[in-house]
């Protein structure tokens, strides 16, 4: 069982995610597909502090006795999820900038080199 | 100058792109076009080099939005009046561009080339996510979009400015939603398709699921808390 103190407590912080989250969609401060991850997550904090009894029944199905480890349980392992599937984004951005990087300035040498035998033939 | 610009994404069309391009080149002389190779790792690239195409060549992938955007944004740099998405794999038809255009001066915004406004819509699996998407534009913004889906848009000066410079103006049915919900005006022109000739298509069974979610999930919910950017939004339309 939830003790009613935790579950003001639930719905207070998923209201205030959700309201944040849509906040920052609303001032173009992030994009839809990054955002949809924290509406659901809050959305499902939503749930389970309404719906109590969701938790409770999970709970006795997986074997724990206490809801609330549940729940911690849970959380955590969604946001493992989320903080290994964001490792992996870090990782392809990182890659991405370098490709960038490195074509900026292959570019940009390319361009000098062209522009110093130009200067030459200018020159003789 | 030509004032209509024919934006060509493509990401591993080495098959498809000179076909498609040599097409337009060739029957269209009336417009201009852009390829933008999409950081493909096949020969897209050379070819277009080879055969001297008009081309954007992003050193990295950014998918369709992004690289859609960048050729919007040559668009707007290089002050063409109206801009469409052309898709490298042949199912777009350049004959319709006239009729869209054409419907566009009536006083449109945006001029979507739908497959499904004289023709029924089948009932496939793949129609019944455009037949949801619909559902979901109409009940957000209480407008019919008949094909939601359809990758042929034409845009006008302001939305291509518009789509250019903002986070979050993929060209997808939820930005259409979100624009219809502004208040911008649209219209849809009966156009063929053809199937695709070669290549995969990108969307499999899993990613379509994920696809349809994602859209539904922001037309409904998220597009609504969306604030449009009013120095983008033009006050006087001129008609």
């Not at chain 2, 070669?198 to 539904?216: C, I, T």
């Amino acid at each position: 069982m939830m003790t009613g103190v935790f579950r003001v407590v639930l719905l207070l912080a998923s209201i205030g995610t959700m309201l944040f989250m849509l906040k920052r969609i609303r001032h173009a401060k992030i994009q839809i597909e990054d955002s949809l991850f924290w509406i659901l997550f809050s959305a499902l904090l939503l749930i389970l502090s309404v719906f109590p009894g969701i938790a409770d029944f999970m709970a006795g199905v997986v074997g724990i006795y206490s809801t609330v480890n549940f729940i911690f349980l849970f959380f955590i392992f969604i946001l493992l999820i989320r903080e290994f599937s964001l490792t992996i984004k870090v990782s392809q951005l990182e890659n991405k900038l370098k490709e960038l990087t490195q074509a900026i300035a292959i570019m940009n040498a390319e361009k000098d080199n062209k522009d110093d035998e130009k200067e030459k033939e200018e020159n003789e | 100058m030509k004032d209509l610009l024919i934006i060509i994404p493509a990401y591993n069309e080495e098959k498809s792109i000179m076909r498609v391009v040599n097409h337009v080149i060739n029957d269209y002389p009336q417009y201009d076009y852009i390829v933008v190779n999409d950081g493909s790792s096949d020969k897209t690239a050379r070819i277009c080099r080879k055969c001297g195409y008009n081309l954007i060549d992003l050193p990295v992938n950014l998918g369709l939005a992004g690289a859609f955007q960048a050729g919007l944004k040559y668009a707007y740099r290089n002050g063409y009046e109206y801009a469409i998405q052309y898709d490298a794999d042949g199912q777009h038809k350049v004959e319709y561009i006239g009729r869209m255009l054409d419907e566009m001066k009536k006083g449109y915004d945006i001029v979507i080339g739908s497959r499904f406004v004289t023709e029924k819509k089948p009932k496939s699996l793949r129609m019944l996510g455009s037949r949801i998407l619909s559902a979901s534009i109409k009940l957000t913004t209480g407008k019919r979009v008949n094909d939601p889906t359809s990758g042929m848009r034409l845009l006008n000066r302001n939305m291509l400015k518009e789509f250019a410079l903002n986070l979050n103006y993929g060209p997808e049915p939820d930005t259409i939603s979100y624009l219809l919900k502004s208040g911008i005006k649209l219209s849809e022109v009966q156009v063929e398709m053809d199937e695709r000739l070669e290549g995969e298509s990108y969307l499999n069974m899993a990613r379509s699921m994920k696809y349809m979610f994602h859209m539904v999930v922001s037309i409904i919910v998220i597009q609504n808390f969306r604030k449009r950017d009013s120095k983008y939004v033009k006050t006087e339309r001129t008609e």
